[in-house]
């Protein structure tokens, strides 16, 4: 029997059963491990001991108690609420005495107010926060802080900003202490919140993040997990941006990142594993071990993240094929528990959904022993997984904090960009006022667009406004100062969003190193192809590519008008492809010089106005206009230049071929003399 097995029989945490086992002086590595029994009896005595197996009395109460229940139609969550509500009725007559209590001990009698809540919290920490937030930090309704606020003669409404001194006169009217000891842990930009005193560790969500070769089945997965369909809608087949997504299963809740498998999204997979605790590795068994599937392992173990193996599509092959997969994934230094070594690794059938249910124990039994917690009452960090433009919303951008909890209306810094909260939105698209560590949700609110990574975090008021103000005399300094190079390919890139812009100009960037004409990026922004983009592309000799977004229709006019090439796509290989393609074709060309003629120099004349004219004979080849002439004075180079014009009997013509007369006019050179010679080249273009 495995560790994890025996714990569940027990009712005891897996952690502790292997805690348990190394005091005894057994080496057992993890959940996975499997036990003796000489093993099993000595842990079933163990947590057994003192312990009687029910009677036949009290399994008749325990299956009427069960039974009244189903007869009822309630679930465990109902029954818990009914309980809830029954205690809170014992509290009521003791809530009233509080509440009389409370509003004697008022010390201004402008400040007395009735407030017949439960439950109002005794402390608060000061900081500017809107009047929401304070209601919900001390456990009293918006309208009564509203009505509060109105007898002294304020006038707010719940997304309204208080100030300090505002919160701290709001919280000595409910009797609520305030602390200012965390004054300094308010400025989110002095130190790291992870080193702040905590005052309360809490249990988080483990973030599972989804890695692996393209194809091999990780949206399929996932899919599955979450009930719904999102490979199918995906251009081209392949995932092109980071996904979060909060899921609650058998197991319990898990956040999952679905990161992408196309090369060019290295970096949004380094992403993926830089904020996961943990990484399921999907290998296809048909497929085995790819490109792909190697540098996914060495991104997460140079992170140090914990990996369990998902053999997909096991529906496909024999038993035999599973091992071979696993001779090479020992290969890349992952040697799977079978063969002795310490990475759990799970056959599963992403389509079919065979062995998921156990990948997902697997993963909460991991979590358990990871003993993930976070602080959700300082002020919340985390990382930007992914940002774009959203009609309706303008920026919008998928957060994960690591510590604290945000709300609708906190002020932040992420990257060179500032913002205020002002739309949370979760994994199941409808809006809430705040989310804690570990739960995904999309931010608007930003004043620009964050790169993918970037780290956001929650600051007061008054260092908003400074480096608002800050942040933007520093982008009209670099705008003011570009300027667009000469002899280059130029091009304007618009995306649907940050991951598919940094995706697109990394393939850029890698390529043109490698072309002999450089390409430079005149810009690269988020939405729409609009007027100013065909404008900038005209003032700048840019081709424009957009990824995932629309030509407007009256920049589709003024492009048409102004001759100015427009490309959009919406699988992001098909448009590197098309860039490369675009950059070969403007290569500098070669070109070679051949001899195509000789002339001698017969007699001279020197035309009033014009200058020295040669009249020449051609002696070998031709001579045409254009050509590149070396003249020569017996054994001497005496000079060269182009022939601009010919002329044979006052005619002008543009070649003269062997055994003809004429005169010729050269741009570079007049000192000519009898019998010099000149010898004809031409530059031939090689391909």
């Not at 992408?260 to 497929?287: K, N, S, T």
């Not at 959904?353 to 976070?374: E, N, P, R, W, Y």
């Not at 860039?579 to 070669?590: D, H, L, P």
Request: glycine share 8%; hydrophobic share 40%; proline share 2%.
């Amino acid at each position: 029997m495995r560790v994890y097995e025996l714990s569940k029989e027990l009712g005891v945490a897996s952690k502790d059963v292997i805690q348990t086992l190394k005091e005894l002086g057994i080496d057992i590595s993890s959940h996975m491990s499997v036990l003796s029994q000489n093993h099993i009896d000595l842990l079933k005595k163990k947590y057994l001991k003192g312990k009687e197996v029910l009677g036949d009395k009290e399994k008749l109460v325990e299956k009427k108690i069960i039974e009244k229940t189903e007869i009822k139609g309630l679930g465990s969550e109902q029954v818990e609420k009914q309980n809830m509500s029954i205690q809170e009725n014992k509290l009521k007559p003791q809530i009233k005495h509080k509440n009389e209590s409370l509003m004697q001990q008022q010390q201004s009698k402008d400040e007395k107010e009735v407030f017949a809540g439960a439950g109002i919290k005794k402390e608060i920490y000061l900081r500017s926060m809107t009047l929401g937030d304070f209601a919900r930090e001390i456990n009293v309704s918006s309208s009564d802080v509203i009505l509060n606020l109105l007898k002294k003669g304020f006038v707010y409404n719940k997304n309204q900003m208080l100030t300090e001194e505002l919160v701290e006169r709001l919280a000595r009217s409910y009797d609520v202490e305030v602390l200012k000891s965390a004054d300094k842990a308010s400025s989110a930009l002095s130190g790291n919140i992870a080193k702040l005193n905590k005052t309360t560790e809490e249990r988080r969500l483990p973030v599972v993040v989804i890695i692996g070769h393209v194809d091999h089945g990780k949206t399929t997965l996932l899919d599955f997990i979450r009930k719904t369909r999102v490979a199918a809608k995906e251009k081209g087949g392949i995932t092109q941006h980071l996904g979060a997504y909060q899921v609650a299963t058998k197991q319990g809740k898990i956040v999952f990142l679905d990161t992408p498998g196309h090369e060019a999204f290295r970096a949004m997979r380094m992403r993926g594993a830089r904020v996961a605790d943990l990484a399921i590795l999907v290998v296809a068994a048909d497929d085995g071990v790819m490109p792909q599937t190697i540098e996914a392992i060495k991104q997460a173990q140079s992170v140090n993240l914990p990996i369990i193996v998902a053999i997909n599509k096991v529906d496909k092959v024999d038993s035999a094929r599973v091992e071979v997969v696993k001779n090479q994934l020992s290969q890349q230094g992952l040697l799977v528990e079978d063969w002795g070594g310490d990475i759990v690794s799970m056959p599963i059938s992403a389509k079919l959904g065979q062995g998921v249910d156990d990948l997902l124990d697997m993963i909460i039994l991991q979590s358990d022993l990871m003993d993930l917690s976070t602080d959700s009452s300082v002020l919340s960090k985390g990382y930007i997984l992914e940002s774009k433009m959203e009609k309706g919303l303008g920026v919008v951008a998928t957060f994960l904090a690591q510590y604290g909890t945000i709300h609708v209306g906190d002020f932040f810094v992420c990257g060179d960009t500032v913002g205020k909260v002002s739309v949370l939105i979760d994994s199941y698209g409808n809006r809430v006022q705040s989310a804690g560590p570990s739960v995904p949700v999309q931010i608007s609110g930003l004043n620009d667009i964050p790169k993918a990574g970037d780290l956001l975090q929650v600051i007061s008021e008054s260092e908003f406004y400074s480096l608002k103000s800050k942040k933007l005399d520093v982008k009209k300094g670099i705008l003011a100062t570009k300027t667009v190079p000469t002899n280059t390919i130029n091009i304007i890139l618009k995306t649907d969003n940050d991951s598919s812009r940094e995706a697109i100009l990394g393939s850029i960037d890698s390529f043109s190193k490698k072309n002999e004409k450089k390409i430079y990026i005149v810009q690269a922004s988020i939405g729409n192809i609009n007027e100013s983009d065909i404008l900038l592309a005209e003032n700048t000799g840019s081709v424009i590519y957009g990824f995932g977004v629309k030509l407007e229709t009256k920049a589709a006019q003024l492009a048409q008008k102004e001759s100015i090439s427009v490309k959009n796509f919406y699988v992001i290989y098909h448009l590197i492809d098309d860039i490369v393609e675009f950059a070969k074709s403007k290569k500098e060309a070669v070109y070679k010089r051949i001899k195509i003629g000789e002339i001698s120099i017969r007699k001279v004349f020197d035309i009033k106005g014009i200058g020295v004219v040669p009249g020449f004979y051609v002696k070998e080849g031709k001579v045409e206009k254009g050509a590149h002439l070396i003249i020569w004075r017996g054994k001497t180079k005496i000079g060269e230049g182009v022939v601009q014009s010919l002329q044979r009997e006052k005619k002008t013509v543009k070649e003269l071929g062997v055994g003809l007369e004429g005169a010729l006019f050269v741009d570079g050179f007049r000192d000519w003399s009898v019998d010099d010679r000149a010898e004809c080249f031409v530059s031939v273009k090689v391909d």
